[in-house]
């Protein structure tokens, strides 16, 4: 795992592909393609780009969950967004203190992140 920058918050986004900023909310939480990974500093005003990478628990037909939360957790990731969350991956997410935020899927990954970061 590789340790997060000093104030910042990193948080990933359940992504379709590897366009970063550009890319779009998938419409399935572990078995997205592609996980966008960001730093948002803690007063929510500016964030940057970390890595996409490849989702490997997309291509599991069972136990994508607990897959998927695994690879959240190694890369540090406190917050993820996507579309929702059944109980089963809520479960998990908790387990780990990763907080979930839904977003609607097909959302760009900036326009997702911005309203995020507006909500009290």
Do not use: H
């Amino acid at each position: 795992m590789r340790g997060r920058s000093v104030g910042m918050l990193r948080v990933a986004v359940a992504t379709v592909g590897y366009e970063g900023l550009r890319d779009r909310v998938a419409s399935e939480l572990a078995r997205c393609p592609t996980l966008t990974i960001l730093e948002i500093d803690e007063e929510g005003m500016s964030y940057r780009l970390l890595e996409v990478i490849e989702n490997k628990a997309a291509k599991f037909s069972q136990g994508a969950g607990p897959i998927f939360v695994y690879t959240l957790a190694e890369k540090g990731v406190e917050v993820v967004l996507g579309p929702v969350a059944g109980m089963g991956i809520a479960d998990l997410l908790a387990e780990a203190k990763i907080k979930f935020v839904k977003c609607e899927p097909g959302t760009r990954v900036e326009d997702a992140l911005n309203s995020v970061l507006r909500k009290p």
